[in-house]
């Protein structure tokens, strides 16, 4: 079993920035990816941005450019740098990790981008 712990969401202004963190409790070395998912109420759980173990990445193409995630394997660590927010980037995001064929989440961490 792995858990995870979120942190840096928060209430920020259009075109401004979050950082936001999940730590493992195991060796991310262990972790195939490692990344984020957003969800609004009513709506499905969606693909903001996934790291994998060997360096590559995925992006939704609404954040391309905005976004970067990043991972550091010896800390168990991922972040997920958002840059240029905006208000449709309001949700509750959640840490993503898979361990072989078992995925993992988070608790979740309300961004709310808002003027």
């Known amino acids: 079993q792995v858990q995870l712990v979120e942190s840096g969401g928060g209430l920020v202004q259009p075109g401004g920035s979050l950082r936001l963190s999940c730590a493992a409790s195991v060796s991310g070395f262990s972790l195939e990816t490692m990344g984020w998912y957003r969800q609004i109420p009513g709506k499905e759980r969606e693909l903001v941005a996934q790291?994998?173990?060997?360096?590559?990445?995925k992006y939704a193409d609404s954040v391309k450019g905005r976004f970067t995630v990043s991972r550091d394997n010896p800390k168990n660590t991922v972040y997920l740098q958002m840059n240029s927010l905006k208000p449709e980037d309001t949700a509750v995001y959640y840490c993503?990790?898979?361990?072989?064929?078992?995925?993992?989440w988070g608790q979740g961490t309300q961004v709310t981008v808002s003027s």
């Open positions: 790291a994998f173990r060997y360096g590559s990445s």
């Open positions: 993503n990790v898979r361990q072989r064929e078992d995925d993992y």
